[in-house]
């Protein structure tokens, strides 16, 4: 069965260090999202992306963070440098379109640590 | 504003037993989208269930119910004879059809733990 993958499933860092997060999708879905769950927390949306481009994005999504499908296949979250506060688990999630088929399908995470 | 309103933060039952866990969502939108994910221990997000605002049929999988009432914005989750697997946050979620690409807001999730 098709799944959602990311690595890695544990990242530490230090503060003000750049990190990548990366995510492979579904190969045949299109919409790409990424969201954020800080321990304990609810998931929150952060950013979606289609045809290349950012669709949406939440007032989390600042400056620090930026998105990318490098080669059609890999979908990355960069935090250009992180703060103690972006120590979350993050979901990457595909979908195949938005109103017929748009059941999200989930990774199972990468846990940044920033110390 | 768009809003899913969890209000049991955490449920015990002991094995067996019947729970549901309660969603309210709040939307503007007329065609709109419920979800049911389960998060294990393990972490990862597990897709349960779609529902549409238009179709309000109640639906059963398995020891799995969900009764959706549009009259009180509700979408609620019961687990029949529950059992000690079914420990888990069950998150429920919203995806309007005017937010342009679908994103979720979640509700901030139920802990349930099934006790053996």
């Known amino acids: 069965e098709p799944e959602v993958t990311q690595t890695p499933s544990h990242q530490v860092t230090q503060m003000g260090q750049e990190v990548i997060l990366r995510c492979v999708p579904i190969?045949?879905?299109?919409?790409f999202y990424w969201y954020r769950q800080i321990l304990g927390q609810k998931v929150e949306f952060l950013v979606s992306f289609y045809n290349n481009e950012i669709s949406e994005k939440s007032e989390i999504f600042d400056d620090q963070f930026s998105v990318e499908r490098p080669d059609g296949s890999n979908f990355t979250l960069k935090i250009r440098s992180t703060k103690l506060e972006d120590s979350a688990m993050y979901f990457c999630?595909?979908?195949?379109?938005?109103?017929?088929?748009?059941?999200?399908?989930f990774g199972a995470g990468t846990r940044l640590s920033v110390l | 504003a768009q809003k899913v309103t969890q209000a049991q933060t955490e449920i015990s039952v002991v094995e067996k037993e019947d729970v549901t866990l309660d969603c309210v969502y709040e939307t503007r939108d007329t065609t709109y989208y419920l979800f049911w994910y389960k998060q294990p221990p393990s972490g990862e997000l597990v897709f349960l269930i779609r529902?549409?605002?238009?179709?309000?049929q109640n639906e059963i999988s398995g020891r799995y119910s969900w009764n959706f009432q549009k009259s009180t914005s509700s979408f609620n989750f019961t687990i029949t004879a529950s059992q000690v697997v079914d420990s888990a946050v069950y998150f429920c979620?919203?995806?309007?059809?005017?937010?342009?690409?679908?994103?979720?807001?979640f509700g901030t999730g139920t802990r349930l733990k099934v006790l053996a």
């Open positions: 529902r549409n605002s238009f179709d309000e």
């Open positions: 999630a595909s979908s195949l379109n938005t109103a017929a088929k748009n059941i999200q399908y």
């Open positions: 979620a919203l995806s309007e059809s005017n937010s342009g690409t679908y994103k979720y807001i």
């Open positions: 190969s045949n879905h299109l919409y």
